[in-house]
């Protein structure tokens, strides 16, 4: 399915919130552990994972923002 329907279930609403909050989690250690760790490839490595864990993150949001009534 590529729209998100104009009436989200409460299962499906449990399970974005599961998503979102694991890119939220996720996203904020990477931020961290490339903060914390020396080695430059790994650095960039955590960066870049933190930003496309956000990215994930604002796309589900979004997603919600789209369906239903908020368009």
């Given at each position: 399915?590529?729209t ?15 998503m ?6 996720l ?5 961290h552990?490339s903060?914390?760790v020396t080695?430059v ?13 956000k990215?994930h993150y604002?796309v589900l949001?979004d997603?919600?923002y789209?369906?239903?009534n908020?368009?």
């Open positions: 399915m590529n998100v329907p104009a009436m989200v279930s409460t299962k499906d609403l449990s399970y974005l919130e599961d979102m909050n694991w890119n939220f989690t996203s904020k250690k990477a931020n552990f903060t914390e080695d490839v790994l650095k960039e490595a955590f960066a870049t994972l933190a930003t496309t864990l990215k604002q949001l997603s919600l789209v369906g239903g908020n368009e």
